[in-house]
């Protein structure tokens, strides 16, 4: 079956730009995350959605990043007036429930470049 | 300090040695852990889950020492198909907040 997809799969944009990132979780998963990964360094968790809520937005770096999740489905990932120090691969996953052992499922990443 | 530390390596070893890395993690109400495989320029993929009395899968092994908060991943008969870097995952059941190290490489040669 179809996995997580994740849109654009790479983006190149103009430092103070605004850029959405789309994650499309696995059907049925009601468990979303979004991650994002710099250069050689490991996965900084961002957010996480269960249905349509996010009861931690704590990790978002700052107020310009945001994210929402309609549906209980797709979910967009924005960043206002994007800066350099944002080019990373940001990863989306989903899970069947976000229960303790449930495995995330993760997206191939969309890689975001701020020139 | 970070949540979740892991020697980055680069760990190089031949075809059939057997290869241990460890993690620590700093925050005492971590509940679940995790080992995930991340192949370059690919997303990560889940290797095992870690349960309290450890567990085996084919020729991985993984421990969770509570008490001293490591967690530990031994590799037999390493593959050239292992390479890859391995990453800890703590994650703290409450809020669902899931911390990754910054993984080890593994480099098996011929």
Known sequence: GAGVSQSPSNKVTEKGKDVELRCDPISGHTALYWYRQSLGQGLEFLIYFQGNSAPDKSGLPSDRFSAERTGGSVSTLTIQ???QEDSAVYLCASSHSGLANDEQYFGPGTRLTVT | ??????????????EGATVAFNCTYSNSASQSFFWY????????????SVYSSGNEDGRFTAQLNRASQYISLLIRDSKLSDSATYL???????????????GTRLTVKP
């Open chain 1, 81 to 83: 007036r994007t800066q």
């Open chain 2, 1 to 14: 300090r970070k949540e979740v530390e892991q020697d980055p390596g680069p760990f190089n070893v031949p």
């Open chain 2, 37 to 48: 495989r991340q192949d370059c320029r690919k997303e990560p993929k889940l290797l095992m």
């Open chain 2, 88 to 102: 800890c995952v703590v994650k703290i059941v409450s809020n669902n907040d899931m911390r990754f190290g910054a």
